[in-house]
């Protein structure tokens, strides 16, 4: 690295879901209170909503929630204890992807698993708005009857990206549509994801339409098994690796799914994915560890609309979006590796 890495302390939360989220609200309650400030401005904004109308539309998804994962409701309802506010501010933080379903969410993933030492990596930049910074949260997840999970989340919100001690992991690419239902929102189905023990569990918990709204789930495992999944309340797509890898940016690959939604991508996204396949594709023999993965990540070609995003002046200030975060997981030997902010200010 050209300097040294920003970092945030990982902080390990054991116990109940009530036990575990409330010292998350408590220990984060200064990066809640960011969140919901940048989400409140947000929905104001950009999708032209308030924060009670916000409320409203969290708490349709309550019902689906408490049949299917009623701890994660207990997670939430301890975190706004923990952190002071109230349980509705949680519930939107969670749903806060199928609040603003067009909003300008970026991200750019890959998986790959290395030829020479058939380890599989998992690797992704997360673009969003630069306010976030300032709520990222490395937690550490100790369970009873469930694997061990270690993520990199926005403060309040109970699932993102990250693996667990069974060696599952998984990365996130927003997809623009106009696609909503009151089934199980974005982040709650990567929790779900980060708690299953096997690979063909973490694809069941996403791949019959479950999810709320659309989005890119890639999931990886130890066992070298690599997979993208498309998903909606309406169709869901899973897309096999080729040559040992998978890339995925923000607009929609499978060309079934195309047509059961309206999208609105974004050109950069489709030339952040061919820029990102073809990097790949020329590199993935070579020897590899998650500083090689960080100079991918760390890629300028169509600067600033790049796989390492940065502030573009010709952009209103709602279409903004820069990398906040770069992840690297190992998941064969438990490799975690992630800094707060660009990959070209350390590679």
Not at 107 to 114: E, G, K, V, W
Not at 181 to 201: D, V
Request: glycine share 4%.
């Amino acid at each position: 690295m050209s300097q040294r890495a920003k970092q945030i302390k990982k902080q390990t939360l054991a116990g109940s879901p009530y036990d575990i989220g409330y010292e998350h609200g408590k220990l984060a309650e200064v990066q809640i209170k960011n969140s919901l400030q940048t989400y409140e401005k947000m929905f104001r904004e950009y999708a032209e909503t308030s924060w009670d109308e916000a409320c409203d539309q969290a708490l349709l998804h309550v019902n689906y929630v408490k049949e299917h994962y009623p701890s994660f409701l207990e997670e939430m309802k301890a975190i706004a204890m923990g952190a002071k506010v109230e349980f509705e501010d949680i519930l939107v933080l969670n749903c806060r992807s199928e609040i603003a379903l067009t909003s300008p969410d970026g991200c750019s993933s890959f998986a790959l698993t290395q030829p020479k030492t058939e380890k599989t990596w998992l690797a992704q930049n997360w673009d969003w708005k630069r306010e976030q910074v300032n709520s990222i949260l490395h937690l550490e997840l100790v369970q009873d009857n469930l694997p061990t999970i270690q993520m990199i989340t926005e403060a309040g919100i109970i699932g993102k990206i990250g693996y667990n001690s069974h060696g599952i992991g998984v990365c996130l690419n927003a997809l623009r549509t106009n696609q909503w239902q009151a089934k199980l929102p974005i982040h709650l189905g990567l929790r779900a994801i980060l708690e299953s023990h096997t690979f063909e569990e973490a694809i069941s918990r996403i791949d019959q339409n479950q999810i709320a709204s659309a989005a890119h789930f890639l999931i990886a495992s130890k066992s070298k098994d690599i997979i993208s999944v498309e998903v909606s309340p309406v169709y869901t797509e899973k897309i096999l690796p080729k040559h040992g890898s998978l890339q995925h940016t923000n607009h929609i690959c499978s060309s079934k799914m195309k047509k059961t939604m309206d999208e609105f991508a974004k050109p950069d996204s489709f030339d952040r994915l061919c820029i990102l396949s073809d990097l790949i594709d020329s590199q993935i023999d070579k020897s590899i560890n998650h500083e090689f993965l960080f100079q991918l990540l760390a890629n300028h070609d169509n600067y600033p609309n790049s796989i390492c995003r940065h502030h573009n002046p010709a952009l209103s200030e709602q279409e903004q979006t820069e990398t906040v975060f770069s992840i690297a997981m190992n998941l064969n030997d438990a490799g975690f590796y992630w800094f707060l902010g660009k990959p070209c200010q350390y590679f």
